[in-house]
């Protein structure tokens, strides 16, 4: 997840096109996949115009507001939404059983040498060096690896599946998460609470997973699950 990549807009986006329809095309012509699930980001849902309290589905982030985002490099939020409902639409026209998962930011344990940088925001209080990290956690939407990989399993099998399916098992104001991490955590050097005074964000709705529940799955994880699991990895590699 390249949220601050400095591409442009236009080669980011063409080579996601590219490859997604590359694949799906393959998958088409083999004549032997009976479903496709493309994992998908909230950063196709939350850059809305709609004002509303809830999103959920049948939300698509606008891309006038994605071009003009000051916090969220532009080049990823117009290329993730762009693909997705040109992934949609290719598997519509074509007759392709196509799922996808909407995803915010996945935490927990990791088995890469670096740190994810999904990971890398949702710690951003714990590792001293990620303060300009911080506004992204002003709203903040997580799931925990292991419901990722449940979820994707889940909806390959449900004979029922389609369309879009946003899988967000958590959400926290900063204050609320900052409250959380030092409380369970008192051993780290957290910043002083004053800091986020001036952190401002894009205003976002909740996400509602409430299509992915009534289909039958079941999150299993919170909040600790995912922050013991994340810790303990950075520690393992020497990042803590």
């Not at 026209?93 to 930011?105: A, I, R, S």
């Not at 050097?189 to 401002?200: A, C, D, K, S, Y």
């Amino acid at each position: 997840m390249d949220i601050n990549g400095k591409e442009p807009e236009k080669t980011v986006t063409k080579r996601a096109l590219e490859g997604t329809l590359g694949i799906l095309k393959a998958c088409l012509n083999s004549k032997t996949v009976k479903r496709v699930i493309y994992t998908s980001s909230a950063a196709t849902v939350l850059y809305n115009d709609k004002g509303l309290s809830v999103s959920d589905e049948s939300t698509w982030s606008n891309l006038d507001i994605c071009k003009n985002s000051k916090l969220v490099n532009p080049s990823y939020l117009v290329s993730k939404t762009i693909t997705e409902r040109t992934a949609l639409e290719f598997a519509e026209k074509n007759g392709l059983d196509l799922v996808t998962l909407v995803l915010p930011l996945v935490v927990g344990p990791f088995i890469c040498p670096t740190i994810p940088s999904s990971v890398s925001m949702a710690l951003a209080m714990i590792l001293s060096d990620q303060v300009d990290q911080y506004e992204y956690l002003i709203y903040s939407y997580m799931v925990h690896i292991d419901d990722v990989a449940g979820a994707h399993m889940f909806l390959l099998e449900h004979p029922n599946a389609k369309g879009r399916y946003i899988c967000s098992s958590v959400e926290r104001r900063i204050h609320q998460l900052y409250e959380f991490l030092s409380s369970r955590y008192p051993r780290f050097q957290l910043p002083r609470m004053e800091i986020f005074n001036g952190v401002t964000s894009y205003r976002h709705s909740s996400l509602s997973s409430q299509k992915l529940l009534d289909t039958g799955f079941k999150f299993k994880y919170g909040l600790a699950e995912m922050f013991d699991g994340a810790i303990q990895c950075c520690k393992e590699r020497s990042f803590l």
